[in-house]
Protein backbone atom coordinates (compact mmCIF):
# COMPACT_ATOMS: atom_id res chain seq x y z
CA UNK A 1 0.00 0.00 0.00
CA UNK A 2 0.91 3.50 -0.03
CA UNK A 3 1.14 6.33 2.19
CA UNK A 4 -0.27 10.06 0.98
CA UNK A 5 1.04 13.50 2.62
CA UNK A 6 -0.29 16.64 1.15
CA UNK A 7 1.13 20.06 1.84
CA UNK A 8 1.25 23.52 0.20
CA UNK A 9 -2.19 24.55 1.62
CA UNK A 10 -2.62 28.17 2.99
CA UNK A 11 -4.03 31.55 2.94
CA UNK A 12 -4.64 33.37 -0.46
CA UNK A 13 -6.42 36.57 -1.45
CA UNK A 14 -8.66 35.84 -5.02
CA UNK A 15 -6.83 35.76 -7.59
CA UNK A 16 -3.49 33.99 -6.32
CA UNK A 17 -1.74 30.90 -6.62
CA UNK A 18 -0.68 27.98 -4.58
CA UNK A 19 1.11 24.80 -5.60
CA UNK A 20 -0.18 21.46 -3.77
CA UNK A 21 2.10 18.66 -2.88
CA UNK A 22 1.38 14.73 -2.76
CA UNK A 23 4.15 12.54 -1.14
CA UNK A 24 3.71 8.86 -1.23
CA UNK A 25 5.80 6.94 0.92
CA UNK A 26 5.50 2.47 0.90
CA UNK A 27 4.97 1.31 -2.47
CA UNK A 28 5.59 3.79 -5.17
CA UNK A 29 2.96 5.98 -6.55
CA UNK A 30 3.53 4.59 -10.05
CA UNK A 31 1.56 1.73 -9.68
CA UNK A 32 -1.49 4.09 -9.16
CA UNK A 33 -3.77 6.46 -10.82
CA UNK A 34 -3.71 9.79 -8.47
CA UNK A 35 -5.97 12.33 -7.83
CA UNK A 36 -7.56 15.41 -5.75
CA UNK A 37 -10.35 16.14 -4.08
CA UNK A 38 -11.84 18.68 -1.82
CA UNK A 39 -14.43 19.15 0.75
CA UNK A 40 -15.66 22.60 1.81
CA UNK A 41 -17.91 23.09 4.82
CA UNK A 42 -21.04 21.21 4.91
CA UNK A 43 -20.91 19.71 1.40
CA UNK A 44 -19.91 16.83 -0.16
CA UNK A 45 -16.13 16.13 -0.97
CA UNK A 46 -15.91 16.85 -4.44
CA UNK A 47 -13.69 15.52 -7.64
CA UNK A 48 -11.08 18.22 -8.73
CA UNK A 49 -8.49 16.92 -10.96
CA UNK A 50 -6.98 13.06 -11.36
CA UNK A 51 -4.28 11.41 -13.53
CA UNK A 52 -3.00 8.75 -15.00
CA UNK A 53 -0.57 6.54 -13.72
CA UNK A 54 2.14 7.86 -16.28
CA UNK A 55 0.77 11.19 -16.56
CA UNK A 56 -0.47 11.02 -20.45
CA UNK A 57 -3.87 11.55 -19.25
CA UNK A 58 -5.79 14.46 -17.25
CA UNK A 59 -8.84 15.04 -16.07
CA UNK A 60 -10.71 18.20 -14.72
CA UNK A 61 -14.07 19.06 -12.86
CA UNK A 62 -15.56 21.56 -14.99
CA UNK A 63 -15.14 24.12 -12.15
CA UNK A 64 -11.70 23.89 -11.82
CA UNK A 65 -10.45 23.30 -15.92
CA UNK A 66 -8.31 26.46 -17.24
CA UNK A 67 -7.26 27.13 -13.86
CA UNK A 68 -6.10 24.26 -12.00
CA UNK A 69 -2.99 21.80 -13.33
CA UNK A 70 -2.19 17.97 -12.58
CA UNK A 71 0.91 16.75 -12.71
CA UNK A 72 3.08 14.11 -11.51
CA UNK A 73 6.70 13.32 -11.23
CA UNK A 74 6.83 9.51 -10.42
CA UNK A 75 11.03 9.72 -9.99
CA UNK A 76 9.76 11.95 -6.93
CA UNK A 77 7.11 9.83 -5.94
CA UNK A 78 4.89 12.79 -6.20
CA UNK A 79 1.82 14.62 -7.57
CA UNK A 80 1.39 18.26 -7.92
CA UNK A 81 -2.06 20.45 -8.61
CA UNK A 82 -1.04 23.77 -9.16
CA UNK A 83 -4.02 26.23 -8.61
CA UNK A 84 -4.12 29.41 -10.42
CA UNK A 85 -6.75 32.47 -10.05
CA UNK A 86 -8.06 30.86 -7.20
CA UNK A 87 -11.68 32.18 -6.04
CA UNK A 88 -13.61 32.06 -2.45
CA UNK A 89 -15.99 29.09 -3.71
CA UNK A 90 -11.98 27.10 -3.68
CA UNK A 91 -11.75 27.64 -0.75
CA UNK A 92 -11.88 23.90 0.91
CA UNK A 93 -9.62 20.55 2.61
CA UNK A 94 -7.84 19.32 -0.84
CA UNK A 95 -6.99 15.50 -0.25
CA UNK A 96 -4.88 13.25 -2.37
CA UNK A 97 -5.90 10.08 -3.39
CA UNK A 98 -4.56 6.87 -5.27
CA UNK A 99 -6.51 4.19 -6.62
CA UNK A 100 -5.89 0.79 -8.87
CA UNK A 101 -9.07 1.44 -10.72
CA UNK A 102 -8.90 2.84 -14.58
CA UNK A 103 -12.69 3.41 -14.51
CA UNK A 104 -14.71 6.01 -12.98
CA UNK A 105 -11.70 8.39 -12.13
CA UNK A 106 -14.14 11.07 -10.64
CA UNK A 107 -15.44 8.95 -8.20
CA UNK A 108 -14.08 9.17 -4.88
CA UNK A 109 -15.57 5.14 -3.91
CA UNK A 110 -12.96 3.84 -6.88
CA UNK A 111 -9.70 5.22 -5.08
CA UNK A 112 -8.23 3.18 -2.49
CA UNK A 113 -5.62 5.59 -0.49
CA UNK A 114 -6.68 9.22 0.95
CA UNK A 115 -3.97 11.53 2.62
CA UNK A 116 -4.86 13.89 5.96
CA UNK A 117 -5.73 16.54 4.10
CA UNK A 118 -4.12 20.27 3.88
CA UNK A 119 -6.73 23.38 3.67
CA UNK A 120 -7.27 26.00 1.27
CA UNK A 121 -8.36 29.35 2.21
CA UNK A 122 -9.12 32.03 -0.15
CA UNK A 123 -10.36 35.71 0.64
CA UNK A 124 -12.28 37.70 -1.35
Known amino acids: QVQLVESGGGFVQAGGSLRLSCAGSGRTVTSYGMGWFRQAPGLQREFVAG????????YYADSVKGRFTISRDNAENTVYLQMNTLKPEDTAVYYC?????????????????WGQGTQVTVSS
Open 97 to 113: AARTSIVDVTSEQMYDY
Open 51 to 58: ISRRGGTT
